[in-house]
């Protein structure tokens, strides 16, 4: 049994999916799911995250850690937290650039929050036991401040999707032909949505909204900030931005469920709102505008003295981070944070 097929049959037994629940489904069913059993990061897995295209990006999250736990009075103890770590790049190269501050490291208490166990085995083995681990925030200690990252982790969080047809809102949903292949569908949607053009697509995550919201209510109790980075909107909008990829390319995402990366669009708007309406601040910008305000530049200038044998590859890198037609605008750097000051790099965005 595939989960193509496990989904077949549900479907035929309980109806339709939501996209939300297909995504869920392709994304972590236990038995099939692709983060459940086949994660596949990296020049040679099926897609590329900004740590794994230069340790620049994961240097300068550590700055910016740093800087933002200076700011805050240097609180001893506090929470570093990165949800969704992937491979664990990320944070160890956040761990080396915190060394620079004296007091940062010896007052964070690390922790991953991962669900899928063939990640967290590879945190492991690049991490040791500097760090610990939990499935949910819940699991993360409260009750003292909170500095916490998240990169590209929104856009993995599912989503419905709704069409404006000539009769009003329908919802796209996971059916079944008559001879058990998955198929594109609409039923009623069963939800008040704003009126539209014929033929617009909204996509609505309860998820991230949720995530939001949660992280909100920390920040405003225990204090910190939280910096998520991924590719989306920062206006509200509308647009079909399901994806599935496999070895770096596109591919029908009704095609081979659990077997390639599945996202949506974060959608910051709503994620920024349901911080605020908990109790937090939030600003936003393009990847390209927080990375040269924490120094991007200077500090390729840096590795380029370092190693002028690998000018070309860090120009490259550079500009695969920045560049306008590459991460730079379509991803976004949004913090959300504690009422009463102001995170590095976000005091003017």
């Known amino acids: ?25 392709c994304l972590h069913d236990p038995q099939f799911g692709y983060y459940a059993t086949r994660p596949a990061l990296g020049e040679t897995g099926d897609f590329l995250t900004a740590p794994l295209v230069s340790q620049m990006f994961g240097e300068l999250i550590g700055l910016w850690a740093a800087s933002a736990w200076r700011q805050m009075r240097a609180p001893d103890p506090f929470v570093l937290v990165e949800i969704g770590p992937g491979d664990g790049t990320l944070m160890e190269d956040l761990l080396r650039a915190g060394r620079a501050l004296p007091g940062f490291l010896d007052a964070a208490e690390v922790w991953l929050v991962e669900t899928s166990e063939p990640l967290a085995a590879r945190q492991a083995a690049r991490l040791g036991e500097r760090v610990s681990w939990a499935r949910s925030l819940d699991e993360v200690p409260s009750g003292v401040p909170m500095l916490l990252v998240a990169n590209e982790l929104l856009d993995c969080l599912p989503a419905r999707q709704f069409v404006r047809m000539a009769t009003g809102w329908t919802e796209q949903v996971v059916g079944v032909d008559r001879q058990g292949a998955l198929i594109l569908g609409r039923v009623p949607a069963p939800v008040a949505l704003p009126d539209a053009r014929d033929g617009a697509v909204l996509e609505i995550s309860a998820a991230q909204e949720a995530l939001g919201a949660v992280l909100g209510h920390r920040l405003a ?49 709503a994620v920024m709102a349901a911080a605020e309406t908990a109790g937090a601040r939030a600003a936003i910008q393009t990847q390209a505008a927080f990375l040269a305000r924490m120094g991007i530049g200077e500090r390729a200038e840096g590795l380029v003295r370092a190693r002028p044998h690998k000018a070309h590859t860090i120009g490259r890198q550079l500009n695969r981070l920045v560049g306008g037609d590459q991460m730079g605008e379509l991803f976004k750097a949004c913090c959300l944070y504690s009422p009463g000051w102001t995170p590095p790099a976000f005091e003017e965005a």
């Open 1 to 25: 049994m595939s989960l193509a097929d496990k989904l077949a049959a549900q479907i035929a037994q309980t109806g339709p999916l939501t996209m939300a629940q297909y995504m869920t489904a």
């Open 221 to 269: 109790e225990d204090g910190g900030a939280a910096l998520l980075i991924d590719y989306g909107r920062d206006q509200p909008g509308f647009g079909d931005t399901l994806q599935a990829l496999s070895r770096h390319k596109k591919v029908d995402p009704l095609a081979c469920p659990g077997e390639a990366d599945l996202t949506v669009w974060a959608d910051f708007p």
